[in-house]
């Protein structure tokens, strides 16, 4: 068989860029001769995603391998478990889906998911750093939130982003129980929703997004701890005041609205100076604003970060 869906490739298979490249490549070469046109319905609905851009957006680290972004998740609408999402999440329904974008805004917008996927989409190597103290460098796929921010025309009144994660306990098992206030909310400064860094990815690694990494459209800011990039979203609602975040609700002691990464502000409960890269063995140090400060840091001037964590 020549064109490959993830499902049916080993995770052995895949492991690092290099591999990841040549992939690629080979997929763009099958489907250039016209392989496709002879191969049978369902190997036709491919998963990768067509005309993608290479942009500035390249952290020069090793990519942590396919099968580690895509079976170590956090994804509590599935499991609690790193490695539950990946099964769990595996039958999840991603269409019809659509994105509404709503509150102080001009002209509310309502998304569909294919439309999404025809914005231009570019390729960004981001560093992704879990408050629990593991990092990753992932391939996503994607555009600039600001894309969609300008349509909608914000008001002047406009302070604040809140991204809303799919209700369904039918689809999302994990909603069944009360491990956080569902849905999932989270929420941005309005300028940091507008920076350019802020992605809204619809896949990763040349493919659409996998189940377990938020399909089929996520939030993604590489400044902030994992938590604050919200999965499969449906709703963006622009709004006065900060929003409760889900895990500000659930430990506001622990999780505050900023949540840049800051090797300085300890977690209550353990240190955030270092940080283990998936794959890796020895601990790096974590670097302030996860490596992001010539970018964003002057969104933070004269904010005292302890306090506003
Ligand atoms: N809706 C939702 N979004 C979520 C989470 C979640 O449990 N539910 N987990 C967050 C956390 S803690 C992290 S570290 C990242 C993990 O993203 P990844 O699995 O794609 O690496 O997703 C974030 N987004
Ligand atoms: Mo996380």
């Not at 306990?169 to 491990?179: A, I, L, S």
């Not at 659930?250 to 999780?255: F, M, N």
């Amino acid at each position: 068989m020549l064109i490959r869906r993830p499902a049916d490739i080993a995770p052995s298979e895949i492991t690092d860029q290099t591999i990841y490249r040549q992939r690629r490549n080979f997929i763009t070469g099958a489907a250039a001769i016209g392989v496709s046109a002879f191969l049978p319905t369902q190997a036709t609905a491919s998963t990768k995603l067509p005309n993608i851009k290479k942009s500035a957006y390249q952290v020069n680290e090793a990519l942590t391998p396919f099968k580690d972004v895509t079976t170590y998740n956090n994804f509590y609408e599935f499991s609690t478990d790193k490695s539950g999402p990946a099964i769990i999440a595996r039958n999840f329904t991603t269409r019809p889906w659509t994105v509404t974008v709503d509150g102080l805004v001009h002209k509310p917008m309502t998304f569909d998911i294919e439309d999404l996927l025809k914005f231009s989409l570019e390729e960004r190597v981001y560093r992704l750093r879990c408050v629990e103290g593991w990092s990753m460098v992932i391939p996503w796929l994607g555009f600039s939130l600001n894309e969609i921010l300008k349509r909608v025309q914000p008001t002047g009144s406009a302070k604040y982003v809140e991204f809303t994660t799919l209700l369904d306990p039918e689809r999302m098992p994990g909603q069944r129980y009360p491990v956080l206030n569902w849905p999932y909310v989270e929420g941005l400064r309005l300028d940091e929703a507008q920076h350019p860094l802020t992605l809204l990815a619809l896949g990763l690694y040349g493919e659409v997004l996998p189940n377990q990494n938020g399909a089929p459209v996520r939030i993604v800011t590489p400044w902030k701890y994992g938590f604050k990039s919200t999965k499969s979203i449906v709703r963006i609602r622009l709004v006065e005041s900060p929003p409760v975040s889900s895990w500000m609700r659930a430990a506001p002691s622990e999780y505050g609205f900023y949540s840049n990464v800051n090797p300085d502000v300890d977690h209550p409960r353990w240190s955030q100076a270092r940080e283990r890269r998936i794959g890796e063995f020895l601990k790096r140090k974590t670097l302030p604003f996860n490596g992001y400060g010539d970018q964003v840091a002057s969104m933070y001037a004269g904010m005292d970060l302890k306090k506003y964590f």
